[in-house]
């Protein structure tokens, strides 16, 4: 479960301590805890997984809101909401004061989800959590829950909506929170949570929020929501791009034409947009867009370090999702992900398949995403 591997990392970074070997015996400490706890998260887990949490139904996200507030209270981290309007998602905050410490941490993680639509799921739903024997791509078959004392294989794999992004987050940060309690350790530095209920809908509010909340300084905030290594070992990363989107449509003639009589005389709004496209980035996958990278802040020496000194797992990855070759040959994936990128999320005109037909479409269109590096 994904899940167990945040808990330890979160472990690792609340459990600071000056001597390595110490962070390593109480890490072992946590472990001993989960194994000892598992059907108990894996029950909590279920039931919060269960509240549908699309950011814009505004009933539900707030029952989702409720239930953490509770599983909050329990742990006596002095829950509250933080509200920015009616209409609008609220954060959750919670605090661990630790008597003489002169840090502060904030652990973030959002419990709302992509939206969805479940009438468009087939098999389970995406508020039904289903324990499956290993990942869906791997064959994993669907399992009931265990039963009281049954062995938990760590390679069985939860499925619902925000099983990973980012319920684990709230999951993990709070039976992180539970472990260290039972067995008496004491963080170093004193820890606020923050939990976000729009993240997926743009953290349209976030900035308001921050804005106007004193309790939320700190010495540094712990953003739970990103993904394990690639190769399944646990990473800190030191940052994120930040990402804005494009609409781009392009219009033809004022009606679907028919192609046998006006092929070849009326612009066709799908090609117009396809080297529209093309035109934005090279054979090579670099982007041709003038003064694209001119404004990208060189990475430091620490940073180039940490990127030679992580695995290299390129090849690998290549195997695993069958691509035969990469863009911007020469360089890794770690080094790529520091540059600005422009992705084509999606792209329409006209119809395919079995509703294809023989016309000039009136429009077509594309959504990008641009992902931002700091200077940028
Ligand atoms: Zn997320």
Redesign the pocket.
Known sequence: MKILLYIILVTILLATSSARYGVVAQQSKVREYRIANEHRILEEFVTLLSIPNVASDHVNIRRNAALIIEMMRRRGLEPRLLEAGNSVPPAIYGEWKVPGATRTIILYA?YDGQPTDPKQWAGTMPWQPTLRSAALEAGGTILSMPKPGEKIDPEWRLYARSAS??KA?VMAILTAVDALKAQGIAPTSNVKFFFEGE??AGSSHLGDIIRDQKLLEADAWLIC?GPVHQSGLKQVVFGVRGDTNVDLTVYGAKRPLHSGHYGNWSPNPGLILAKLLSSMKDEAGRVTIAGWYDDVAPLGETERRAIEEAPHYDNELKTQLGLARTENAGKSLLELINEPSLNINGMSSGDVGALARNVIPTTASAVLDLRLVKGT
Do not use: S
């Open positions: 959002h992004d980012d987050g993240e997926e929501d």
